[in-house]
């Protein structure tokens, strides 16, 4: 059942409303489980998720035992146009949670929502990187929250739980509104900004049913549920870029990288030169890996968690 939870004026006489579909099984006593996503308008993997599920619930709907209430486009003008943030106002709408009746345009819906999900058992708030860094699935939670919402997380078919302090789930953000008024809330990140892989997003959408299920919310069993790295079992290595240039990768994402392997180069195209060969630090597995080639001093070109103690 769609309905409208916000609805503002905007300047040009038009309306702007921020829209949920509330799919509701046989059992009106069941859990209630909240999937939000389009915050910023230049993650879309979300939506691809949102219409699978929608899709295949609907036409399964004798196998609903609770409600999935489904927010596909928090900030629909940001995905009208490619923006990240709220156009006109260049807002980050995940800095401005729990909101504000009497705020701005974001601050006002961010309210809206917040006050609609809440009463939701969980809530799994799905983000993509930006356009220069593509990610493997991954649950994203404060260190302080962890406990319960590692358990949740491992439900989730990510092929990571990444415990930090991350904007994703800091002050400000939907994560930790919803938090603080005790609904567990997992982030996910996943793919490239402005693009949708259609097998990360397929991977989180077997995770979503299957927490559906331990939920009591979905009747059908999922099976071969991946279990996740944490990386509280080892240190997250971040590498950066020595030089400007083109980088250009020669390792792909999850995999199990040797330490002193190569994992691509800096090249320089006027002079045909490599000024940088970037070489692993570690043992360990690539969750991140450089996507937009041109990059600077300072860029970040990968992460890696290590199991090493």
């Known amino acids: 059942m769609l309905q409208n939870i916000a609805t503002y004026?905007?300047?040009?006489d038009e309306e702007l409303t921020i829209k949920k579909n509330s799919l509701r099984g046989n059992n009106p006593d069941g859990k209630r489980?909240?999937?939000?996503?389009?915050?910023?308008?230049?993650?879309?993997?979300?939506?691809?998720i949102c219409y699978r599920l929608v899709n295949h619930i609907t036409a399964n709907m004798g196998n609903l035992r609770g409600t999935v209430d489904i927010y596909p486009a928090v900030n629909p003008l940001g995905m009208e146009?490619?923006?990240?943030?709220?156009?006109?106002?260049g807002t980050d709408m995940n800095k401005v949670?729990?909101?504000?009746?009497?705020?701005?345009?974001?601050?006002?819906?961010?309210?809206?929502?917040?006050?609609d999900i809440c009463g939701a058992d969980v809530c799994v708030d799905i983000h993509a990187s930006n356009i220069f860094i593509r990610?493997?699935?991954?649950?994203?939670?404060?260190?302080?929250?962890?406990?319960?919402?590692?358990?949740?997380?491992?439900m989730l078919n990510t092929d990571m739980i990444w415990v930090h302090e991350s904007n994703a789930v800091g002050d400000g953000s939907l994560a930790e509104a919803l938090i603080a008024a005790n609904i567990p809330t997992l982030v996910v990140e996943m793919g490239v900004g402005q693009r949708i892989d259609i097998e990360y997003c397929e991977q989180l959408l077997h995770g979503i049913f299957n927490l559906m299920n331990k939920l009591g919310i979905w009747a059908v069993e999922e099976r071969g549920i991946s279990h996740p790295m944490i990386s509280t079992d080892g240190a997250v290595h971040v590498i950066h870029a020595d030089?400007?240039?083109?980088?250009?990768?020669?390792?792909?994402?999850?995999?199990?990288?040797?330490r002193g392997s190569v994992l691509g180069e800096i090249v320089t195209?006027?002079?045909g030169t490599v000024e940088q060969e970037i070489t692993a630090p570690v043992?360990?597995?690539?969750?991140?890996?450089?996507?937009?080639?041109?990059?600077?001093?300072?860029?970040?070109?990968?992460?890696?968690?290590?199991?090493?103690?």
């Open 81 to 89: 146009s490619a923006s990240r943030a709220v156009p006109m106002t």
């Open 9 to 12: 004026r905007l300047n040009i």
């Open 243 to 258: 030089s400007s240039g083109i980088f250009i990768p020669c390792v792909e994402h999850n995999n199990w990288i040797a």
């Open 97 to 115: 949670f729990p909101g504000s009746d009497d705020g701005a345009f974001a601050e006002s819906i961010a309210k809206a929502l917040v006050d």
């Open 135 to 154: 990610e493997i699935p991954q649950v994203r939670i404060r260190s302080e929250k962890s406990g319960e919402l590692v358990n949740y997380a491992k």
């Open 33 to 48: 489980l909240a999937i939000v996503t389009g915050i910023h308008g230049d993650e879309l993997e979300g939506q691809y």
């Open 269 to 271: 195209p006027i002079t």
């Open 283 to 309: 043992d360990g597995v690539i969750f991140s890996l450089r996507e937009y080639p041109i990059v600077y001093e300072g860029s970040v070109i990968a992460r890696m968690l290590s199991l090493e103690k």
